[in-house]
């Protein structure tokens, strides 16, 4: 084989260093040779420099990472369906009765009135003292138990020192209206208590 004019490159090859352990050098009459990296050579058959070329120029494939997919949750509901007593706009009855110490506080049927809600209530003394002052305490709830509004409200209030506007045991009177400021439902949940008396002995 006659490779003395190919000397000269074929040092160079051969003296470089290397990245790979062999590499291939290209003849400028297309044959092809390998250079070891133990300084020797060889030429290359055809069908093996195509195979060898393929897999030095096979692009490298990045395969993304698998990403751990959330779990939906569900969130819990908070609002309670079932509590107090359900009530309806201009229902035919009254929505319930609150009572203590012989004191009693009807919640008559509810209304909206000017863009509130209005419930009447209707006081009972069956004590044995006069009330000069009645609080009462209401939760009011949607239909689905999400609470709208909560808070003390007078329902009766005589004037002090004056016996004859007191509510006597025995009587009843029409009490102060609860007007509570909502947007429009037509069904509510309510529950309520006596929070503070005050009476004459």
Known sequence: MNLLKWAPLLSAFILAPTQAADQILTLEDGRQILLKDDFTWQYMPKEETKALT?????????TPALQAQPIPTQTAKLANSTVGVAFSINQQQPIMQI????????????HYEDGELVIPTTIHNNGIEPVVEIYITLSLYDANGQLLAQDEYPVWQAIKRMASTYLRPGNQEKGTDIRIELPKHSEFRVTGQISDTDTRG
């Open 54 to 62: 393929n897999e030095t120029m096979k692009p490298e494939v990045n």
């Open 99 to 110: 009572s203590q110490a012989g004191f009693h506080v009807v919640l008559e049927s509810a």
